[in-house]
């Protein structure tokens, strides 16, 4: 059975791309009838960061992507946090020390650092120097006896080339062994190093296939090694190109948003983000976009991640974002709107009857053209405050014309009159002012926008007077006076 794990470092709030590839894992996992595995790897005490794994959790539930095992749900292989499982690790590193197959090197800091100067100054190869791979049984016994401290390294091969096979780039990939130093296993303090740690773990838990971003296969000859001296069978392995911007250079925050946590406050849907990052490395081998979370997985495969750089365009994400609120029911699209208007105080936490009715009136005039949920707030603030601000330009093209005065007392005058708040009503209304003024449509129809919301665009302004409301309309024309300089 296929079992494939996300393995995060708590390190930070994730990365988007780094959501992608527990998006792509958890596709595979499900699309195989497999089971998707979630491990925390937190060995590196000086890169953790509090709240990190909290926020990688909130986006895989925010995503709906369950996990089978993991924090939270336990499982057979429990612990799922690499921190809980040290002693795994050390028990693994002497194992290898007492077969010969890695050994303890007691080189202090300084000694390294001054290693490594030479090596810059004579620009050879960087890399631990192997000093202590040439030391005595002995010598080791009475080093460590004595009580300094000592690290584990890896005994890598002098020579030779070590490969594997990469299920995405579909090619054996090869690296030299004398490229790759003795790494350390386990560092002083007994924590193990990334390398140690991911591969114990992913043969204790039988992981069947790994998939991870492209940045880790230079890892490969230092796993395959391992694998090979602890006489274990390794994963499939398959690494996932990274991301890239626009401009063909890794994505990061240059580009735009790329921090997931950010994504989903700025109001994303999690539909969107399901179908943009599926699209981001894998294609369903037409040139279709939108696609739902059903379709994605009948079709998910490894052989159709492709083996180069997936470009992430943020306006994409924001059309197809926008795809799916017009997809929203009203129930649905208020649920997802509303929050936001509470949350900037433009509407109260608790919203009696008359003030939903009226929020359900006005904010669907939005739904069309909303790419993004954190844009409602501008978008419809006007009808629910008075606008406080009016577009500067739109004010000093329209508010010095010699009609204004007579156009602002004309419809004051007949929306007063009027009855029916319809939108039909209303245009008819603004309609036959523009023919008694004998203005172009615009003179009237813009200007008149600027004085109800204080904005130069917005919804069909007929639309827009009739949630308004004769009571808002009258007194935002009235107020509008004050504008007019001729
Ligand atoms: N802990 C590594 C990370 O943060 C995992 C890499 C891997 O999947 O092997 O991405």
């Not at 992913?202 to 090694?225: C, F, G, K, N, Y």
């Not at 929203?328 to 105080?345: I, V």
């Not at 419809?411 to 009159?417: G, M, T």
Request: charged letters at 30%; hydrophobic letters at 40%.
């Amino acid at each position: 059975m296929v079992r494939v794990r996300y393995a995060p470092s708590p390190t930070g709030s994730p990365h988007v791309g780094n959501i992608r590839t527990a998006l792509f894992n958890w596709l595979f996992a499900r699309a195989q009838g497999g089971k998707f595995i979630v491990r925390i790897e937190d060995t590196d005490r000086n890169r953790f960061v509090p709240g990190s794994e909290e926020d990688i959790l909130l986006a895989l539930r925010w995503l709906e992507l369950d996990w089978d095992e993991g924090p939270e749900v336990g499982g057979p292989y429990s612990p799922y946090k690499q921190s809980e499982r040290a002693e795994l690790y050390r028990e693994t590193a002497h194992r290898l020390v007492d077969e010969g197959k890695a050994y303890k090197c007691f080189c202090a800091s300084e000694r390294l650092a001054e290693m490594r100067k030479e090596q810059e100054a004579a620009k050879t190869a960087i890399g631990y120097d192997r000093r202590c791979r040439r030391m005595s049984k002995e010598e080791a016994a009475a080093r460590e006896a004595n009580g300094e401290a000592y690290v584990i390294r890896f005994a890598m091969p002098l020579e030779g080339v070590t490969s594997y096979y990469d299920l995405v780039h579909k090619k054996e990939v090869e690296f030299k062994n004398v490229l790759t130093d003795d790494f350390v296993m386990l560092k002083s303090d007994g924590f193990p190093t990334y390398h140690l740690a991911n591969i114990v773990d992913d043969h204790l838990m039988e992981i069947t296939h790994v998939m991870r971003a492209d940045e880790w296969m230079s890892s490969m000859p230092r796993h395959v090694q391992l694998y090979r001296a602890l006489g274990w069978e390794p994963p499939k392995f398959a690494h996932l190109p990274l991301l890239m911007g626009p401009d063909g250079q890794k994505l990061s925050k240059r580009h735009g948003t790329v921090q997931f946590t950010e994504f989903i406050g700025e109001g994303y849907l999690p539909d969107a983000m399901f179908n943009f990052l599926a699209l981001c490395g894998w294609s369903p081998g037409d040139d279709r976009e939108i696609m739902s979370r059903e379709e994605i997985l009948s079709l998910f495969s490894l052989d159709r991640i492709l083996d180069r750089p997936a470009v992430f365009h943020h306006d994409k994400l924001k059309w197809m974002n926008g795809h799916y609120i017009r997809e929203m029911s009203l129930e649905q699209y208020m649920a997802a709107t509303l929050p936001y208007l509470q949350k900037e105080g433009v509407l109260p936490a608790e919203l009696n009857a008359e003030t939903r009715a009226y929020a359900e009136r006005v904010l669907p005039l939005e739904q069309e053209k909303l790419r993004l949920l954190g844009e409602i707030t501008e978008l419809t603030r006007f009808f629910f405050e008075e606008p406080k601000s009016f577009d500067e330009k739109a004010v000093a093209k329209w508010f010095g014309e010699t009609h204004i005065s007579q156009m602002l007392d004309a419809l004051i005058q007949r929306f007063n009159a009027l009855e029916n708040f319809t939108p039909e009503e209303t245009e008819r209304v603004i309609r036959e002012v523009i023919a008694w003024l004998g203005v172009p449509n615009g003179h009237v129809i813009h200007p008149t926008r600027v004085a109800l919301s204080g904005r130069a665009t917005g919804p069909s302004l007929f639309d827009m007077i009739a949630a308004l409301g004769k009571e808002r309309v009258v007194r935002r024309l009235e107020k509008a006076k004050q504008m007019v300089r001729v």
